[in-house]
Structures are given as C-alpha cells and as structure tokens.
Nanobody
Framework: QAQLVESGGGSVQPGGSLRLSCAAS????????MGWYRQASGKQRELVAA???????NYTDSVKARFAISRENAKATVALQMNNLKPDDTAVYYC?????????WGQGTQVTVSP
C-alpha cells in the first residue's frame, strides 16, 4: 500500500529552524513531482514548495529564501529545511505529490512557531 509519512515537526521560537522529512513507500517515487503543503488553523491547505523528479524547485512567495526542498530518490524521501521561521509558518505540514493525490494525505507534522 502506497503511503507518505511525515516527520520532524516541533515547537521553535521565531528565527529558529526545523527540518521536515517525508518517507514514501509503495510508489514509483523517483518519477513524481513532490510537494510540501501546510494548513494553518482556520485556513485552507496551501502548497509551500515543490520539487520535480529532476530537482527543479518552486516555492510560494512567503517562504522564498527561507525554506529549501530537496529529495533523495534512492531513499524515496523528500525534505523541507525551514530557516528563519515566523509565527505565520505555524501549521500542520504535509507531503504529497504535486498535483496532490487525495489517497496520500497523511497525519502531517505540526510546526509551531512562537516566542
């Protein structure tokens, strides 16, 4: 059964860093564009960053120059390095394909940024 499992969230102060990881199984990971998404309380889920099978990346404007998405096809993992975190980054973070496939939404991982 194909699945994506996120990890690495936590609580940090503004300006801090976190590294999220997503492990894929049961899919041809290397051929898929992967994305990190987030959903803040009371808001719609949004795409934060995406990476193609050959490593091209794209970011939403609010995280450019602060977040970096990467992937290791051999390990079927995709990571999101988050630096200079801000309170507005507080959300549950998910990984999925891009465009997303509803069968792959997992539990996500909570990121909380507060003083």
């Amino acid at each position: 059964q194909a699945q994506l499992v996120e990890s690495g969230g936590g609580s940090v102060q503004p300006g801090g860093s976190l590294r999220l990881s997503c492990a894929a199984s049961g899919m041809l990971f290397r051929i898929n564009t992967m994305g990190w998404y987030r959903q803040a309380s009371g808001k719609q889920r949004e795409l934060v960053a995406a990476i193609t099978s050959d490593g091209r990346t794209n970011y939403t404007d609010s995280v450019k120059a602060r977040f970096a998405i990467s992937r290791e096809n051999a390990k079927a993992t995709v990571a999101l390095q988050m630096n200079n975190l801000k309170p507005d980054d507080t959300a549950v973070y998910y990984c999925n394909l891009w465009p997303p496939n509803n069968i792959y939404w997992g539990q996500g991982t909570q990121v909380t940024v507060s003083p």
